[in-house]
């Protein structure tokens, strides 16, 4: 049995898969996507005890006492600077990058709430967006820090 918690709540699962599958499949937490399933797009990332990481290359197993948030688990303070900062700079096109990017500026702004443009860039590399371009969506988490 693997014991953890998602957005505050303990959870448990009886047998070992990718958190992504759990998040998606049996908490039914699908802001959590599902892209490439292999570590390679960061549409899949969640925080883990407050870093970001994709959760397709995390098995439940690993995860023991671990507290995990999900995009729907970020504070609502965070959904309304970024759902502003967002909105303001146009960051947003088909959407089906953004929760994982989100949380992974989130991850980065917690460690460094101060990020330049050059940090955050670093911060998002391993977020693929195939419609912005990445200017608009630096702005806006360059936005949402200030
Ligand atoms: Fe996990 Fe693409 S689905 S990195």
Do not use: W
């Amino acid at each position: 049995m693997y014991s953890f918690t998602v957005n505050g709540q303990p959870v448990t699962s009886e047998t070992d898969k990718k958190l992504s599958h759990f998040l998606r499949d049996d908490l039914h937490l699908t802001g959590t996507k599902d892209g490439c399933d292999q570590g390679a797009c960061g549409a899949c990332t969640v925080l883990i005890n407050g870093k970001a990481f994709n959760s397709c290359l995390f098995n439940l197993s690993k995860l023991e006492g671990k507290e995990i948030t999900t995009i729907e688990g970020i504070t609502e303070r965070q959904k309304e600077v970024f759902a502003y900062a967002f909105a303001k700079t146009g960051a947003v096109q088909c959407g089906y990058c953004i929760p994982g990017m989100l949380v992974s500026a989130i991850g980065l702004l917690n460690k460094k709430p101060e990020a330049n443009e050059e940090e955050i860039r670093k911060g998002i590399r391993g977020n693929i967006c195939r419609c912005t371009g990445y200017v608009k969506i630096v702005e806006g988490i360059q936005l949402a820090a200030k």
